[in-house]
Protein backbone atom coordinates (compact mmCIF):
# COMPACT_ATOMS: atom_id res chain seq x y z
CA UNK A 1 0.00 0.00 0.00
CA UNK A 2 0.95 3.85 -0.87
CA UNK A 3 1.38 6.61 1.73
CA UNK A 4 -2.13 9.47 2.42
CA UNK A 5 -0.44 12.84 2.44
CA UNK A 6 -2.79 15.50 4.99
CA UNK A 7 -1.60 19.06 4.32
CA UNK A 8 -2.56 21.62 6.03
CA UNK A 9 -2.42 24.80 4.18
CA UNK A 10 -3.59 27.31 6.34
CA UNK A 11 -1.10 25.89 9.34
CA UNK A 12 1.68 24.84 7.16
CA UNK A 13 1.84 21.62 8.58
CA UNK A 14 1.69 18.26 6.50
CA UNK A 15 1.17 14.60 8.07
CA UNK A 16 1.92 11.03 6.63
CA UNK A 17 0.73 7.75 7.10
CA UNK A 18 0.14 4.17 5.35
CA UNK A 19 -2.96 4.26 3.20
CA UNK A 20 -5.97 2.13 5.61
CA UNK A 21 -5.78 -1.47 3.59
CA UNK A 22 -9.26 -1.77 4.02
CA UNK A 23 -10.29 1.14 2.38
CA UNK A 24 -8.75 -0.47 -1.28
CA UNK A 25 -10.94 -3.57 -0.06
CA UNK A 26 -13.35 -1.29 0.72
CA UNK A 27 -13.33 1.46 -2.15
CA UNK A 28 -10.59 0.14 -4.49
CA UNK A 29 -8.67 3.57 -4.64
CA UNK A 30 -8.79 6.86 -6.40
CA UNK A 31 -12.46 7.99 -6.73
CA UNK A 32 -13.62 5.41 -4.14
CA UNK A 33 -11.20 6.18 -1.69
CA UNK A 34 -11.83 9.96 -2.10
CA UNK A 35 -15.44 9.64 -2.44
CA UNK A 36 -14.85 8.00 1.60
CA UNK A 37 -12.94 11.10 2.51
CA UNK A 38 -15.50 13.82 1.05
CA UNK A 39 -18.14 11.69 3.08
CA UNK A 40 -17.04 11.48 6.32
CA UNK A 41 -15.54 14.90 6.69
CA UNK A 42 -17.15 17.65 4.65
CA UNK A 43 -20.48 18.00 5.98
CA UNK A 44 -23.37 19.94 5.22
CA UNK A 45 -22.47 22.85 7.08
CA UNK A 46 -19.00 23.47 4.89
CA UNK A 47 -19.62 25.41 1.67
CA UNK A 48 -17.00 24.88 -1.71
CA UNK A 49 -15.39 27.90 -0.43
CA UNK A 50 -14.80 27.47 3.25
CA UNK A 51 -11.77 26.37 4.58
CA UNK A 52 -12.76 23.13 6.15
CA UNK A 53 -13.53 22.26 2.24
CA UNK A 54 -10.92 18.96 0.91
CA UNK A 55 -9.19 18.96 -2.33
CA UNK A 56 -8.25 15.92 -2.54
CA UNK A 57 -6.06 14.02 -5.40
CA UNK A 58 -5.77 10.05 -5.59
CA UNK A 59 -4.46 7.41 -7.81
CA UNK A 60 -5.51 4.27 -7.66
CA UNK A 61 -3.78 0.84 -7.22
CA UNK A 62 -3.07 0.33 -10.98
CA UNK A 63 -2.16 4.12 -11.74
CA UNK A 64 1.94 4.57 -12.52
CA UNK A 65 2.14 0.24 -13.17
CA UNK A 66 2.44 -0.98 -17.15
CA UNK A 67 -1.35 -2.03 -17.04
CA UNK A 68 -2.63 -0.40 -19.74
CA UNK A 69 -3.53 3.15 -20.10
CA UNK A 70 -2.67 3.36 -16.12
CA UNK A 71 -2.66 6.72 -16.26
CA UNK A 72 -5.64 8.18 -14.41
CA UNK A 73 -5.80 10.47 -11.14
CA UNK A 74 -9.36 12.21 -10.05
CA UNK A 75 -9.45 15.83 -7.60
CA UNK A 76 -12.39 15.61 -5.51
CA UNK A 77 -13.85 18.41 -3.81
CA UNK A 78 -17.43 19.61 -2.87
CA UNK A 79 -18.12 21.43 -5.70
CA UNK A 80 -18.50 25.00 -6.14
CA UNK A 81 -20.86 23.86 -9.25
CA UNK A 82 -23.42 21.87 -7.34
CA UNK A 83 -23.03 22.57 -4.05
CA UNK A 84 -22.46 19.00 -2.99
CA UNK A 85 -20.58 15.55 -4.71
CA UNK A 86 -17.72 17.13 -7.37
CA UNK A 87 -14.62 15.47 -9.11
CA UNK A 88 -13.01 15.22 -12.07
CA UNK A 89 -10.40 13.22 -13.61
CA UNK A 90 -7.17 13.49 -15.79
CA UNK A 91 -4.68 11.02 -17.65
CA UNK A 92 -1.32 11.85 -18.93
CA UNK A 93 1.72 11.79 -16.42
CA UNK A 94 0.77 13.51 -13.41
CA UNK A 95 -0.97 10.58 -11.67
CA UNK A 96 1.61 8.29 -12.40
CA UNK A 97 4.70 10.35 -10.62
CA UNK A 98 2.19 11.21 -7.81
CA UNK A 99 1.80 7.23 -7.51
CA UNK A 100 5.73 6.17 -8.55
CA UNK A 101 6.09 9.10 -5.31
CA UNK A 102 4.26 6.84 -3.20
CA UNK A 103 1.22 8.25 -2.66
CA UNK A 104 -2.22 7.08 -3.34
CA UNK A 105 -4.25 10.15 -1.78
CA UNK A 106 -3.01 14.23 -0.90
CA UNK A 107 -5.64 15.84 1.01
CA UNK A 108 -5.32 19.99 1.08
CA UNK A 109 -7.11 21.35 3.64
CA UNK A 110 -7.41 24.87 4.75
CA UNK A 111 -6.29 28.15 3.11
CA UNK A 112 -3.63 30.00 2.57
CA UNK A 113 -3.27 33.66 3.30
CA UNK A 114 -1.05 33.84 0.50
CA UNK A 115 -0.10 32.14 -3.15
CA UNK A 116 1.74 28.72 -2.58
CA UNK A 117 2.10 25.59 -4.38
CA UNK A 118 3.56 22.30 -2.87
CA UNK A 119 6.21 20.31 -3.47
CA UNK A 120 6.62 16.89 -3.27
CA UNK A 121 9.22 14.15 -3.63
CA UNK A 122 9.33 10.83 -2.26
CA UNK A 123 8.97 11.34 1.40
CA UNK A 124 9.62 15.17 1.23
CA UNK A 125 6.52 17.74 0.92
CA UNK A 126 7.05 21.46 0.99
CA UNK A 127 4.60 23.95 1.19
CA UNK A 128 6.36 27.25 -0.96
CA UNK A 129 5.78 30.45 -1.92
CA UNK A 130 4.09 30.97 -5.17
CA UNK A 131 3.43 34.48 -5.19
CA UNK A 132 5.58 34.96 -8.43
CA UNK A 133 3.24 32.32 -10.37
CA UNK A 134 -0.34 34.10 -9.33
CA UNK A 135 -2.40 35.75 -12.07
CA UNK A 136 -0.01 33.57 -14.68
CA UNK A 137 -1.30 30.81 -17.62
CA UNK A 138 -0.67 27.35 -16.49
CA UNK A 139 1.79 26.93 -19.44
CA UNK A 140 4.33 29.22 -18.00
CA UNK A 141 3.80 28.09 -14.54
CA UNK A 142 4.41 24.37 -15.76
CA UNK A 143 7.19 25.30 -17.74
CA UNK A 144 9.03 26.88 -14.79
CA UNK A 145 8.30 24.34 -12.24
CA UNK A 146 9.17 21.75 -14.25
CA UNK A 147 12.70 23.06 -15.20
CA UNK A 148 12.93 24.21 -11.86
CA UNK A 149 12.44 20.38 -10.73
CA UNK A 150 14.12 18.69 -13.45
CA UNK A 151 12.00 15.10 -13.41
CA UNK A 152 9.27 16.50 -12.25
CA UNK A 153 5.17 16.79 -13.30
CA UNK A 154 2.17 19.64 -12.60
CA UNK A 155 -0.17 19.96 -11.84
CA UNK A 156 -1.77 24.07 -11.81
CA UNK A 157 -4.74 26.29 -11.93
CA UNK A 158 -5.01 29.26 -14.23
CA UNK A 159 -6.98 32.39 -14.30
CA UNK A 160 -10.09 30.55 -14.22
CA UNK A 161 -9.16 28.85 -10.86
CA UNK A 162 -8.31 31.99 -9.24
CA UNK A 163 -11.04 34.09 -9.86
CA UNK A 164 -12.76 30.91 -8.85
CA UNK A 165 -15.17 30.51 -11.73
CA UNK A 166 -17.34 27.61 -11.46
CA UNK A 167 -16.01 25.66 -14.15
CA UNK A 168 -12.60 26.17 -13.71
CA UNK A 169 -9.87 23.02 -14.20
CA UNK A 170 -6.92 21.71 -12.97
CA UNK A 171 -4.36 21.12 -15.95
CA UNK A 172 -1.51 18.98 -15.78
CA UNK A 173 0.89 18.04 -18.86
CA UNK A 174 0.21 21.40 -20.62
CA UNK A 175 -2.96 20.02 -21.86
CA UNK A 176 -4.43 17.23 -19.71
CA UNK A 177 -7.40 18.41 -17.54
CA UNK A 178 -9.60 17.82 -14.43
CA UNK A 179 -11.81 19.57 -16.29
CA UNK A 180 -15.45 19.26 -14.60
CA UNK A 181 -17.70 20.26 -11.54
CA UNK A 182 -14.70 23.43 -10.83
CA UNK A 183 -11.76 21.49 -8.71
CA UNK A 184 -9.75 24.31 -10.14
CA UNK A 185 -11.93 26.87 -8.18
CA UNK A 186 -11.61 25.00 -5.24
CA UNK A 187 -7.83 25.22 -5.41
CA UNK A 188 -7.63 28.35 -6.20
CA UNK A 189 -9.67 29.27 -3.33
CA UNK A 190 -7.25 27.84 -0.85
CA UNK A 191 -4.41 30.16 -2.84
CA UNK A 192 -2.65 26.77 -4.17
CA UNK A 193 -1.48 27.42 -7.64
CA UNK A 194 0.28 24.24 -8.23
CA UNK A 195 1.17 20.64 -7.21
CA UNK A 196 4.81 19.03 -7.87
CA UNK A 197 5.52 15.83 -7.82
CA UNK A 198 8.74 13.77 -8.21
CA UNK A 199 9.65 9.93 -7.84
CA UNK A 200 13.30 9.38 -7.78
CA UNK A 201 12.72 5.76 -6.55
CA UNK A 202 12.55 2.98 -8.81
CA UNK A 203 10.29 0.05 -7.48
CA UNK A 204 10.60 -3.86 -8.86
CA UNK A 205 7.79 -4.59 -11.01
CA UNK A 206 5.80 -7.34 -9.79
CA UNK A 207 6.06 -10.77 -12.22
CA UNK A 208 2.93 -12.12 -11.43
CA UNK A 209 1.07 -8.91 -12.43
CA UNK A 210 3.12 -8.58 -15.67
CA UNK A 211 2.16 -11.81 -16.49
CA UNK A 212 -1.79 -10.34 -15.88
CA UNK A 213 -0.28 -6.86 -17.74
CA UNK A 214 0.92 -9.38 -20.72
CA UNK A 215 -1.85 -10.79 -21.59
CA UNK A 216 -4.41 -8.26 -21.46
CA UNK A 217 -2.78 -5.46 -23.30
CA UNK A 218 -3.05 -7.26 -26.84
CA UNK A 219 -6.91 -7.34 -25.78
CA UNK A 220 -6.60 -3.04 -25.82
CA UNK A 221 -4.43 -2.57 -28.17
CA UNK A 222 -5.92 -4.86 -30.69
CA UNK A 223 -9.33 -4.32 -30.17
CA UNK A 224 -11.42 -2.92 -33.71
CA UNK A 225 -12.90 -0.46 -30.96
CA UNK A 226 -9.33 0.92 -30.60
CA UNK A 227 -8.11 1.29 -34.47
CA UNK A 228 -9.89 4.56 -35.22
CA UNK A 229 -8.77 6.51 -31.93
CA UNK A 230 -5.12 5.23 -32.69
CA UNK A 231 -5.64 6.62 -36.73
CA UNK A 232 -7.40 9.72 -35.95
CA UNK A 233 -7.92 10.36 -32.56
CA UNK A 234 -11.29 11.10 -31.08
CA UNK A 235 -12.16 13.74 -33.30
CA UNK A 236 -13.41 11.01 -35.86
CA UNK A 237 -16.31 10.99 -33.39
CA UNK A 238 -17.24 14.20 -35.52
CA UNK A 239 -17.97 12.07 -38.40
CA UNK A 240 -19.44 9.14 -37.11
CA UNK A 241 -21.60 11.88 -34.98
CA UNK A 242 -22.68 14.12 -37.61
CA UNK A 243 -24.37 11.19 -39.63
CA UNK A 244 -25.76 9.58 -36.48
CA UNK A 245 -27.58 13.31 -35.72
CA UNK A 246 -25.63 13.14 -32.15
CA UNK A 247 -22.84 15.77 -33.10
CA UNK A 248 -25.24 18.78 -31.43
CA UNK A 249 -25.17 21.89 -32.78
CA UNK A 250 -26.55 25.79 -32.18
CA UNK A 251 -27.29 24.80 -28.47
CA UNK A 252 -28.67 21.73 -29.11
CA UNK A 253 -31.01 23.19 -31.33
CA UNK A 254 -29.98 20.70 -33.92
CA UNK A 255 -27.76 17.11 -33.96
CA UNK A 256 -25.89 17.53 -36.76
CA UNK A 257 -23.88 20.07 -38.46
CA UNK A 258 -23.81 21.00 -42.27
CA UNK A 259 -20.55 21.70 -42.92
CA UNK A 260 -19.13 18.51 -41.69
CA UNK A 261 -16.51 18.67 -44.14
CA UNK A 262 -15.03 21.51 -42.81
CA UNK A 263 -14.60 20.89 -39.03
CA UNK A 264 -14.20 16.89 -39.35
CA UNK A 265 -11.02 14.70 -38.41
CA UNK A 266 -9.62 14.71 -41.81
CA UNK A 267 -9.69 19.01 -41.20
CA UNK A 268 -8.05 18.74 -37.83
CA UNK A 269 -5.48 16.18 -39.37
CA UNK A 270 -3.87 18.77 -41.88
CA UNK A 271 -2.65 20.50 -38.46
CA UNK A 272 -1.61 17.47 -36.69
CA UNK A 273 1.86 17.62 -36.13
CA UNK A 274 2.62 14.18 -33.98
CA UNK A 275 0.71 11.57 -32.03
CA UNK A 276 1.24 10.19 -28.90
CA UNK A 277 -0.45 9.36 -25.92
CA UNK A 278 -0.61 9.43 -22.07
CA UNK A 279 1.43 7.00 -19.58
CA UNK A 280 1.42 3.56 -20.44
CA UNK A 281 -0.91 3.77 -23.53
CA UNK A 282 -1.37 1.69 -26.63
CA UNK A 283 -4.15 3.40 -28.18
CA UNK A 284 -2.48 6.70 -28.12
CA UNK A 285 -5.39 9.26 -29.26
CA UNK A 286 -3.48 12.51 -28.52
CA UNK A 287 -3.25 14.57 -31.50
CA UNK A 288 -0.66 17.54 -30.97
CA UNK A 289 -1.93 20.69 -33.69
CA UNK A 290 -0.39 23.38 -34.50
CA UNK A 291 -1.21 26.69 -36.47
CA UNK A 292 1.56 28.45 -38.19
CA UNK A 293 0.51 31.72 -38.97
CA UNK A 294 -2.51 33.72 -39.33
CA UNK A 295 -5.38 35.37 -36.44
CA UNK A 296 -5.27 31.73 -34.95
CA UNK A 297 -1.70 31.38 -34.53
CA UNK A 298 -0.96 28.77 -31.83
CA UNK A 299 2.29 26.90 -30.95
CA UNK A 300 2.18 23.13 -30.85
CA UNK A 301 -0.25 21.48 -28.24
CA UNK A 302 -2.16 18.66 -27.65
CA UNK A 303 -5.60 18.71 -28.84
CA UNK A 304 -8.43 19.33 -29.52
CA UNK A 305 -10.27 16.16 -28.56
CA UNK A 306 -14.10 15.24 -29.86
CA UNK A 307 -15.57 17.30 -26.28
CA UNK A 308 -13.68 20.26 -27.26
CA UNK A 309 -14.11 20.11 -31.15
CA UNK A 310 -18.06 20.12 -30.70
CA UNK A 311 -18.61 22.33 -27.90
CA UNK A 312 -16.20 24.99 -29.59
CA UNK A 313 -17.02 23.95 -32.71
CA UNK A 314 -20.99 22.99 -34.07
CA UNK A 315 -22.24 23.83 -30.62
CA UNK A 316 -21.35 27.46 -31.42
CA UNK A 317 -21.62 27.13 -34.72
CA UNK A 318 -17.45 27.30 -35.53
CA UNK A 319 -16.84 25.27 -38.39
CA UNK A 320 -13.52 26.98 -38.66
CA UNK A 321 -10.72 24.40 -37.36
CA UNK A 322 -8.28 27.00 -36.56
CA UNK A 323 -9.99 29.03 -34.38
CA UNK A 324 -10.74 25.34 -32.31
CA UNK A 325 -6.95 24.78 -32.45
CA UNK A 326 -6.83 28.59 -30.33
CA UNK A 327 -9.54 28.37 -28.39
CA UNK A 328 -8.17 24.50 -26.90
CA UNK A 329 -4.99 26.17 -26.32
CA UNK A 330 -6.28 29.20 -24.64
CA UNK A 331 -9.17 27.21 -22.64
CA UNK A 332 -6.04 25.56 -21.10
CA UNK A 333 -3.87 28.37 -20.85
CA UNK A 334 -6.77 30.20 -18.83
CA UNK A 335 -7.41 26.76 -16.82
CA UNK A 336 -11.39 26.36 -17.45
CA UNK A 337 -13.10 23.54 -18.81
CA UNK A 338 -13.74 23.15 -22.67
CA UNK A 339 -17.69 21.55 -22.74
CA UNK A 340 -18.70 24.23 -19.59
CA UNK A 341 -17.64 27.14 -21.30
CA UNK A 342 -18.17 25.66 -24.81
CA UNK A 343 -22.01 25.69 -23.49
CA UNK A 344 -21.89 29.01 -21.94
CA UNK A 345 -20.88 30.50 -24.94
CA UNK A 346 -23.58 28.71 -27.06
CA UNK A 347 -26.11 29.76 -24.12
CA UNK A 348 -24.84 33.29 -24.73
CA UNK A 349 -25.34 33.28 -28.12
CA UNK A 350 -28.73 31.98 -28.13
CA UNK A 351 -30.23 34.51 -25.75
CA UNK A 352 -29.12 37.15 -28.11
CA UNK A 353 -31.18 35.25 -30.89
CA UNK A 354 -33.90 35.49 -28.72
CA UNK A 355 -33.38 38.84 -27.99
CA UNK A 356 -32.53 38.57 -24.03
CA UNK A 357 -29.28 39.63 -24.10
CA UNK A 358 -26.59 42.42 -25.61
CA UNK A 359 -23.17 43.12 -25.50
CA UNK A 360 -20.78 46.03 -26.18
CA UNK A 361 -17.98 43.85 -26.75
CA UNK A 362 -19.12 41.34 -28.65
CA UNK A 363 -21.53 40.82 -31.24
CA UNK A 364 -22.53 37.18 -29.58
CA UNK A 365 -23.70 36.14 -33.19
CA UNK A 366 -23.44 32.70 -33.88
CA UNK A 367 -20.22 31.68 -35.16
CA UNK A 368 -18.39 34.62 -34.68
CA UNK A 369 -14.78 34.54 -33.70
CA UNK A 370 -14.18 37.40 -31.60
CA UNK A 371 -16.96 36.26 -29.18
CA UNK A 372 -16.25 33.11 -29.16
CA UNK A 373 -12.57 33.28 -28.01
CA UNK A 374 -13.26 36.93 -26.13
CA UNK A 375 -15.67 35.13 -24.11
CA UNK A 376 -13.68 32.13 -23.41
CA UNK A 377 -10.96 34.88 -21.65
CA UNK A 378 -13.80 37.08 -20.13
CA UNK A 379 -15.39 33.65 -18.07
CA UNK A 380 -11.67 32.68 -17.14
CA UNK A 381 -10.80 36.50 -15.57
CA UNK A 382 -14.61 37.26 -14.91
CA UNK A 383 -14.78 40.24 -17.31
CA UNK A 384 -17.53 42.12 -18.95
CA UNK A 385 -21.14 41.74 -18.97
CA UNK A 386 -21.59 38.46 -20.52
CA UNK A 387 -18.25 36.88 -18.74
CA UNK A 388 -19.35 37.63 -15.39
CA UNK A 389 -22.96 36.52 -15.98
CA UNK A 390 -21.45 33.13 -17.39
CA UNK A 391 -18.82 32.63 -14.61
CA UNK A 392 -20.93 30.88 -12.38
CA UNK A 393 -22.52 28.84 -14.53
CA UNK A 394 -25.82 28.31 -17.43
CA UNK A 395 -27.94 27.64 -14.99
CA UNK A 396 -27.26 31.04 -12.80
CA UNK A 397 -27.49 32.55 -16.04
CA UNK A 398 -30.56 31.49 -17.30
CA UNK A 399 -32.35 32.66 -13.62
CA UNK A 400 -30.73 35.93 -13.80
CA UNK A 401 -32.04 36.52 -17.98
CA UNK A 402 -35.08 35.03 -17.34
CA UNK A 403 -37.84 35.12 -20.24
CA UNK A 404 -37.64 31.59 -20.32
CA UNK A 405 -34.10 31.94 -20.81
CA UNK A 406 -33.82 28.47 -18.18
CA UNK A 407 -35.30 26.39 -20.77
CA UNK A 408 -32.09 26.91 -23.19
CA UNK A 409 -29.66 26.80 -20.18
CA UNK A 410 -28.20 23.03 -20.48
CA UNK A 411 -26.80 21.73 -17.35
CA UNK A 412 -27.77 18.34 -15.01
CA UNK A 413 -27.33 19.61 -11.54
CA UNK A 414 -26.04 22.82 -12.26
CA UNK A 415 -23.05 21.81 -14.44
CA UNK A 416 -23.38 22.02 -18.08
CA UNK A 417 -24.43 19.20 -20.83
CA UNK A 418 -21.85 17.38 -22.25
CA UNK A 419 -21.41 17.05 -26.15
CA UNK A 420 -24.23 13.87 -26.59
CA UNK A 421 -27.94 14.43 -27.21
CA UNK A 422 -29.79 12.23 -25.53
CA UNK A 423 -32.50 12.51 -27.65
CA UNK A 424 -30.59 9.99 -29.98
CA UNK A 425 -29.11 8.18 -27.24
CA UNK A 426 -31.53 7.15 -24.18
CA UNK A 427 -28.76 5.25 -22.65
CA UNK A 428 -26.93 8.65 -22.42
CA UNK A 429 -29.81 10.63 -21.57
CA UNK A 430 -30.00 8.18 -18.34
CA UNK A 431 -26.68 8.77 -17.48
CA UNK A 432 -26.60 12.49 -17.73
CA UNK A 433 -29.74 12.75 -15.28
CA UNK A 434 -28.69 10.64 -13.49
CA UNK A 435 -24.49 10.81 -12.44
CA UNK A 436 -23.76 11.84 -8.93
CA UNK A 437 -21.47 14.53 -10.35
CA UNK A 438 -23.56 16.25 -12.62
CA UNK A 439 -23.96 16.23 -16.37
CA UNK A 440 -21.75 13.40 -17.70
CA UNK A 441 -21.00 11.43 -20.30
CA UNK A 442 -18.57 9.58 -18.54
CA UNK A 443 -19.95 8.59 -15.74
CA UNK A 444 -21.76 5.20 -16.85
CA UNK A 445 -20.73 6.06 -20.40
CA UNK A 446 -23.29 4.37 -21.71
CA UNK A 447 -22.87 3.50 -25.59
CA UNK A 448 -23.00 -0.31 -25.41
CA UNK A 449 -26.02 0.00 -27.71
CA UNK A 450 -24.43 2.53 -29.80
CA UNK A 451 -20.73 0.39 -30.63
CA UNK A 452 -23.78 -2.65 -31.07
CA UNK A 453 -21.19 -4.33 -28.40
CA UNK A 454 -23.01 -8.06 -28.69
CA UNK A 455 -19.54 -9.46 -27.56
CA UNK A 456 -20.41 -7.73 -23.97
CA UNK A 457 -24.22 -8.25 -23.82
CA UNK A 458 -23.74 -12.08 -24.41
CA UNK A 459 -21.26 -12.54 -21.21
CA UNK A 460 -23.53 -10.13 -18.99
CA UNK A 461 -26.73 -11.91 -18.07
CA UNK A 462 -28.85 -9.31 -17.41
CA UNK A 463 -27.99 -7.14 -20.14
CA UNK A 464 -28.14 -10.55 -22.24
CA UNK A 465 -31.99 -10.88 -20.68
CA UNK A 466 -33.31 -7.83 -22.34
CA UNK A 467 -33.32 -8.80 -26.31
CA UNK A 468 -32.28 -6.56 -29.33
CA UNK A 469 -34.66 -3.61 -28.10
CA UNK A 470 -31.55 -2.54 -26.13
CA UNK A 471 -29.89 -2.09 -28.61
CA UNK A 472 -31.64 0.58 -30.46
CA UNK A 473 -30.34 3.56 -29.16
CA UNK A 474 -33.24 5.93 -29.65
CA UNK A 475 -35.83 3.68 -27.48
CA UNK A 476 -35.63 4.34 -23.48
CA UNK A 477 -36.39 0.27 -23.26
CA UNK A 478 -33.88 -1.42 -21.24
CA UNK A 479 -31.52 1.19 -20.79
CA UNK A 480 -31.86 1.89 -16.81
CA UNK A 481 -30.13 -2.04 -16.93
CA UNK A 482 -27.50 -1.18 -19.25
CA UNK A 483 -27.02 2.05 -17.54
CA UNK A 484 -27.08 0.41 -13.73
CA UNK A 485 -24.19 -1.80 -15.05
CA UNK A 486 -21.76 0.24 -16.87
CA UNK A 487 -22.05 2.92 -14.33
CA UNK A 488 -20.38 0.43 -12.06
CA UNK A 489 -17.83 -0.59 -14.70
CA UNK A 490 -17.07 3.49 -15.10
CA UNK A 491 -16.45 4.18 -11.03
CA UNK A 492 -14.23 0.69 -11.18
CA UNK A 493 -12.03 2.60 -14.05
CA UNK A 494 -11.93 5.37 -11.69
CA UNK A 495 -11.09 3.88 -8.78
CA UNK A 496 -8.17 1.62 -10.33
CA UNK A 497 -6.85 4.73 -11.91
CA UNK A 498 -7.42 3.83 -15.48
CA UNK A 499 -8.68 5.02 -18.87
CA UNK A 500 -12.03 4.33 -19.99
CA UNK A 501 -11.01 3.59 -23.38
CA UNK A 502 -8.83 0.56 -22.20
CA UNK A 503 -12.14 -0.53 -20.24
CA UNK A 504 -15.54 0.56 -21.06
CA UNK A 505 -15.25 2.02 -24.45
CA UNK A 506 -14.59 -1.54 -25.78
CA UNK A 507 -14.66 -4.06 -23.07
CA UNK A 508 -12.16 -6.14 -24.62
CA UNK A 509 -11.28 -6.46 -21.10
CA UNK A 510 -13.67 -7.17 -18.22
CA UNK A 511 -14.41 -7.05 -14.62
CA UNK A 512 -12.72 -10.49 -14.00
CA UNK A 513 -9.32 -9.09 -15.41
CA UNK A 514 -9.34 -6.00 -13.38
CA UNK A 515 -9.97 -8.59 -10.51
CA UNK A 516 -7.23 -10.74 -11.84
CA UNK A 517 -4.53 -7.80 -11.67
CA UNK A 518 -5.49 -6.85 -7.92
CA UNK A 519 -5.01 -10.00 -7.05
CA UNK A 520 -1.51 -10.48 -8.59
CA UNK A 521 -0.52 -7.09 -6.82
CA UNK A 522 -1.73 -8.68 -3.31
CA UNK A 523 -4.86 -7.12 -3.11
CA UNK A 524 -6.84 -9.90 -2.52
CA UNK A 525 -10.75 -9.24 -4.18
CA UNK A 526 -12.83 -11.63 -6.02
CA UNK A 527 -14.40 -10.29 -9.13
CA UNK A 528 -17.40 -10.23 -7.36
CA UNK A 529 -16.13 -8.10 -5.08
CA UNK A 530 -14.99 -5.79 -6.70
CA UNK A 531 -18.00 -5.24 -8.51
CA UNK A 532 -19.78 -4.54 -5.08
CA UNK A 533 -16.89 -1.77 -4.39
CA UNK A 534 -18.32 -0.25 -7.40
CA UNK A 535 -21.59 -0.60 -6.37
CA UNK A 536 -20.51 0.74 -2.91
CA UNK A 537 -18.99 4.22 -4.67
CA UNK A 538 -21.70 4.79 -6.26
CA UNK A 539 -24.03 4.82 -3.30
CA UNK A 540 -21.98 6.32 -1.06
CA UNK A 541 -21.94 9.34 -3.82
CA UNK A 542 -25.40 9.49 -4.16
CA UNK A 543 -25.52 9.68 -0.76
CA UNK A 544 -23.64 12.52 -0.31
CA UNK A 545 -25.84 14.07 -2.27
CA UNK A 546 -28.75 13.32 -0.29
CA UNK A 547 -27.42 14.54 2.61
CA UNK A 548 -27.64 17.77 0.94
CA UNK A 549 -31.52 17.52 0.28
CA UNK A 550 -30.89 15.86 -3.70
CA UNK A 551 -33.91 13.94 -4.65
CA UNK A 552 -35.32 13.17 -8.15
CA UNK A 553 -36.31 16.75 -9.14
CA UNK A 554 -32.01 17.11 -9.00
CA UNK A 555 -31.84 13.80 -11.67
CA UNK A 556 -33.64 15.75 -14.52
CA UNK A 557 -32.94 16.74 -18.17
CA UNK A 558 -32.96 20.09 -19.67
CA UNK A 559 -36.55 21.16 -21.00
CA UNK A 560 -35.05 20.72 -24.44
CA UNK A 561 -34.82 17.14 -24.27
CA UNK A 562 -38.14 16.25 -22.95
CA UNK A 563 -40.17 18.62 -24.68
CA UNK A 564 -38.64 20.12 -27.90
CA UNK A 565 -38.67 17.12 -30.56
CA UNK A 566 -35.29 16.53 -32.78
CA UNK A 567 -35.12 15.57 -36.77
CA UNK A 568 -32.04 13.82 -37.52
CA UNK A 569 -31.38 14.03 -41.53
CA UNK A 570 -29.51 11.45 -44.44
CA UNK A 571 -28.37 14.66 -45.35
CA UNK A 572 -26.80 17.20 -42.28
CA UNK A 573 -27.07 20.05 -44.81
CA UNK A 574 -30.74 19.62 -44.68
CA UNK A 575 -31.56 21.20 -41.36
CA UNK A 576 -30.79 24.94 -43.11
CA UNK A 577 -33.58 24.59 -45.48
CA UNK A 578 -35.97 26.74 -45.01
CA UNK A 579 -38.57 24.37 -46.25
CA UNK A 580 -37.93 20.52 -45.17
CA UNK A 581 -40.56 19.29 -46.23
CA UNK A 582 -38.48 17.39 -49.45
CA UNK A 583 -35.56 16.49 -47.04
CA UNK A 584 -35.04 12.85 -45.92
CA UNK A 585 -35.02 11.94 -42.71
CA UNK A 586 -33.51 8.88 -40.16
CA UNK A 587 -35.62 9.57 -37.43
CA UNK A 588 -38.12 12.52 -36.74
CA UNK A 589 -39.53 14.25 -33.62
CA UNK A 590 -36.94 12.29 -31.19
CA UNK A 591 -37.68 13.32 -27.98
CA UNK A 592 -36.92 11.92 -24.27
CA UNK A 593 -39.51 10.07 -22.07
CA UNK A 594 -37.11 10.22 -18.94
CA UNK A 595 -39.83 9.15 -15.87
CA UNK A 596 -40.15 5.59 -16.97
CA UNK A 597 -36.01 4.97 -17.14
CA UNK A 598 -35.67 6.64 -14.36
CA UNK A 599 -38.53 4.56 -12.05
CA UNK A 600 -36.61 1.55 -13.97
CA UNK A 601 -33.48 2.63 -12.54
CA UNK A 602 -34.59 3.61 -9.09
CA UNK A 603 -36.21 0.15 -8.73
CA UNK A 604 -33.04 -1.61 -10.36
CA UNK A 605 -30.82 0.07 -7.61
CA UNK A 606 -32.79 -0.73 -4.74
CA UNK A 607 -33.90 3.24 -4.07
CA UNK A 608 -36.76 4.61 -2.94
CA UNK A 609 -39.10 6.56 -5.84
CA UNK A 610 -36.92 10.05 -4.87
CA UNK A 611 -33.77 7.98 -5.69
CA UNK A 612 -32.88 7.40 -2.01
CA UNK A 613 -31.16 4.53 -1.53
CA UNK A 614 -33.10 2.00 0.57
CA UNK A 615 -31.52 1.17 4.25
CA UNK A 616 -31.63 -2.94 2.73
CA UNK A 617 -29.49 -1.47 -0.22
CA UNK A 618 -27.09 0.90 2.38
CA UNK A 619 -26.99 -2.50 4.70
CA UNK A 620 -25.91 -4.88 1.41
CA UNK A 621 -23.29 -2.75 1.18
CA UNK A 622 -21.99 -2.32 4.37
CA UNK A 623 -22.74 1.58 3.77
CA UNK A 624 -23.95 1.39 7.82
CA UNK A 625 -22.85 5.00 8.50
CA UNK A 626 -24.95 6.32 5.71
CA UNK A 627 -27.76 5.26 7.51
CA UNK A 628 -28.41 8.51 9.88
CA UNK A 629 -28.46 10.33 6.66
CA UNK A 630 -31.59 8.96 5.02
CA UNK A 631 -34.57 11.08 5.31
CA UNK A 632 -37.00 10.29 8.59
CA UNK A 633 -39.07 7.69 7.91
CA UNK A 634 -36.77 5.77 5.32
Known amino acids: ?17 ETDPQLILDYVGSRGIAAKILYDHVGTEVKPFDPENLLIFSTGPFTGTPWPSAARYTVTAKSPATGAYGYSNSSGFFGPEMKKAGYDVLIFDGKSEEPVYVMIEDDTIEILDASEYWGKETGEVEKTLRETYTGSRVASIGPAGENLVSCASVINDYGRAAGRTGMGA ?98 KCARFTEVKDGPFKTPLQEGPEYETANALGPNVWNKNPELLIYCNKLCNEMGIDTISVGVMIAFAMEAKEKGLLTDDNYNLEWGDADTIKGLIEDIA ?66 TIDLTGNMDVVSKVPELAACGPELMDTTKEDYKAVMVRWTEVCNALADALGICKFAFTETYAIMPKDLAEGLRALGIDMTEEALFRAGQRIINL ?28 YVHPEDIEKVSRDEAELVHKGLMVDLEPMLDEYYKL ?18 LDECLKDLPQGK
Open 1 to 17: MGKTAWIDLAGKTVTVQ
Open 381 to 446: KRHGKVGQLLADGVKNAGETLGGGAEDFALHCKNVEIPRQDGRVLKGMALGHATSNRGADHLYALA
Open 186 to 283: VMGDKKLKAVVVKSTEKKPTNKNFMNVVRRVTPLVKDHPGAKDYTEWGTVILLNYKNKGGDNPAKNHAYGQFPFGDELNAQAIKKYTKKTGGCYACSI
Open 605 to 622: GKWDEEGIPSEERLRELG
Open 541 to 568: ERMYNVRHGFRKIDDMLPKRFLEEPLDV
